[in-house]
């Protein structure tokens, strides 16, 4: 039988990876499976919790789904309760994995007034870094372990100091629930910070307010000006020395500082 042309292994190929004559493609120029398809990271708590942070950060706590953090994350719902049992236990990881970033370690040599606003100051900072979180801390009550570490961190001066079992934790409450109110209501989300944020918007606001009729709103139109401003850190601080003096009235008077 007479050969059949071009059937040889050494013919060169073309330039579609076929050899020429060949019916099928080349299996010398085909692609291996894994370079054509690109490998999607194992799903662990750690990348869950980490996409449901991104989600809150990106669109608010509302936005925080089963689904949408499923979707984010390119797999289907029912993947994720291999590693959270459901949504709350989802939000816990979340909150307990920002806690966690607060620093607890303050100088026992400090007054426990010093102490407190470190450590008030410090918590505020890790919750502006991640915005959101802070509306989340309204919703649940942090029981992790490093929610219950930085508790002990805010229990333990006040405890030092002399405050009575039941004062200290309404001392505690106060302090904690003052400094996640000021993270909610000085974030970038918030409406009324995006206005005295802006330059041209805070102007146009005072403005509003010298033009309100004196005789119906005269303390308005006069201290307006003074009210709006871009000024949170200075209303955070005025306010936490405010609560930590007025702690300090309450304690028993023999631990009183000088």
Do not use: C
């Amino acid at each position: 039988m007479e050969e059949r042309q071009g059937a040889t292994t050494d013919e060169p190929a073309r330039s579609d990876g076929r050899s020429a004559g060949w019916p099928g493609r080349s299996l010398w120029f085909a692609a291996p499976l894994a370079e054509e398809e690109e490998r999607r990271p194992p799903l662990t708590r750690q990348r869950v919790v980490a996409q449901a942070l991104a989600i809150i950060a990106q669109d608010g706590v509302e936005a925080l789904t089963m689904r949408s953090l499923a979707a984010r994350l390119g797999v289907v719902p029912g993947a994720l309760y291999r590693h959270v049992r459901n949504k709350e236990q989802l939000q816990d990881l979340v909150l307990d994995g920002v806690l966690a970033e607060v620093d607890d370690n303050v100088d026992p040599a400090l007054p426990w007034t010093g102490q407190l606003t470190m450590l008030a100051r410090r918590l505020r900072a890790v919750l502006e870094d991640h915005p959101g979180v802070a509306g989340l801390l309204q919703r649940r009550d942090p029981l992790g372990p490093h929610s219950l570490v930085l508790a002990e961190a805010f229990l333990a001066p006040l405890h030092a100091a002399g405050f009575a079992d039941h004062q200290a934790g309404l001392a505690y409450f106060l302090l904690v629930d003052y400094t996640i109110g000021v993270a909610v209501a000085t974030s970038h989300t918030s409406v009324n910070e995006q206005r005295v944020r802006d330059p041209a918007t805070r102007s146009q606001l005072h403005e509003f307010f010298r033009t309100l009729p004196a005789e119906r709103f005269p303390t308005l139109a006069a201290l307006g000006e003074h009210v709006w401003l871009d000024n949170r850190d200075e209303r955070f601080t005025t306010g936490l020395d405010v609560l930590i003096d007025g702690l300090d009235r309450t304690r028993p008077a023999p631990s009183r500082r000088p």
